[in-house]
């Protein structure tokens, strides 16, 4: 308030202040009347009542689009991802054969993972599906086809690598099961009727000494993923859903040596990517050393 140096005593300041606040001559309060203020105070409050209904009306509109059991909008990955099982810190499964400690984990993490595969679990929550067709369960328009059943895939499947007659999955005669599963992706049919989706693994292309690994097994055999398993329809629509497994058994390894192992899923319809963009996509790749000594 005090303009061009003007000097002003504290008592005059004190004075400017109070009649700012409260002038009784014009009945101001802050520099306004009462129906200034009570102007302004409807203005705002009608403005934030805008603003919120804005905001409701959006987000109901939004809500109404979206469907419970799919998702609206879809980074649709043309290859899923595939992953490993056991998986070690950082993809590795390197043990010693004769150390009952350093495989033990594996053998453990396994059968965790198949323990909802057993046979007896599969028949109780799933359903005996035609083989080597796409189990096709589609909605009639608004009419939700839903809970979708799922097929059994039986812990049996695996054969060797089922844990069924070998309770160490191969881990402690250095001839290890590795199995590859394959990321879920909503509405994916991939492969065709002729050649559903396999895996294949060897030695990674940079290494290319196939004579490190000889020769593998795949459990089911041909390394297939039945198009029964296909499409898949969501958490929510299809309650017991058993991603299908394909397992791969190391049958003659070079021991004390790392190998860089690639598995990658074959099929029609999923174009191995060379992008970068995802190194998962259509591929898992991990190490492998034995020790034997
Ligand atoms: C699965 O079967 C194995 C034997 O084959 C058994 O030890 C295990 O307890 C079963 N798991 C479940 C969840 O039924
Ligand atoms: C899975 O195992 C159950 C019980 O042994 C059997 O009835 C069923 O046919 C099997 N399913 C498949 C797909 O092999
Ligand atoms: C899922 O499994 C439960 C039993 O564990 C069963 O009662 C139910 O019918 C199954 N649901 C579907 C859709 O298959
Ligand atoms: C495995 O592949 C071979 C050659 O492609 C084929 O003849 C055979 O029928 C396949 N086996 C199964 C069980 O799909
Ligand atoms: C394992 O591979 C080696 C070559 O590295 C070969 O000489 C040997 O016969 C193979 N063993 C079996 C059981 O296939």
Known sequence: MAKDGQKKTCGQVMGEWKEFFWNPRTHEFMGRTASSWGLILLFYLVFYIFLAGMFVLTMYVMLLTLDDYKPTYQDRLATPGMMIRPKGKALEITYNIHDTESWDMYVKALDAFLAPYNNSEQAMNNKDCPQDTYFIQEDAGEIRNNPKRSCQFNRTALKECSGENDPYYGYQAGQPCVLIKLNRVIGLMPGSLEQPPYVSCGVKKEEKDSSLI????????????NLMY?????????????????????????FNTDINIECKINSGALVSPTSERDKFAGRVSFKLRIDND
């Open 214 to 225: 000889n020769s593998l097994s795949y459990y089911p055999s041909n390394g297939t993923f």
């Open 230 to 254: 296909f499409p898949y329809y969501g958490k929510l629509a299809q309650v017991n859903y058993s991603q299908p497994l394909v397992a791969v058994k190391f049958q003659n390894v070079t």
